[in-house]
């Protein structure tokens, strides 16, 4: 199976996999570009930047979890949400399970396994 730039395996996923990063759908691989080293924070997205960054150094951490982002476009988003994961699976060398897909997906899938239940 091919492999992204970040040695993610390209293929297919499954959300109930052991490792959903290892098998993410086409098209959804984490962007090895979207890093919080690589965020051009400015007033519109400093306080996003803030927490996303505080909800990477202490996932565990009530204050922010869930973390729900809202805006317009091209305010970093998507940027701030995979850095967030990015970080979390490169934290101590240890994969985190995090799956990482589009809103259209995530409703499809869900359809899915409460139509088979």
Not at 79 to 84: N, P, T, Y
Request: aromatic fraction near 10%; hydrophobic fraction near 40%.
């Amino acid at each position: 199976m091919p492999a992204n730039s970040a040695g993610v395996q390209l293929g297919r996923w499954h959300p109930f996999s052991p490792n959903p990063l290892a098998h993410p759908a086409a098209g959804t691989a984490l962007n090895p570009r979207y890093s919080f080293d690589d965020f051009v924070i400015g007033q519109p997205n400093e306080f996003a930047y803030a927490c996303a960054r505080r909800v990477a150094e202490h996932p565990a951490c009530s204050g922010f979890n869930p973390l729900f982002l809202y805006g317009e476009a091209g305010v970093g988003k998507t940027h701030l949400l995979q850095a967030i994961a990015r970080h979390l699976t490169h934290r101590g060398g240890k994969t985190a399970g995090i799956i990482y897909m589009s809103a259209g997906e995530w409703r499809l899938t869900s359809l899915r396994h409460r139509r088979a239940k």
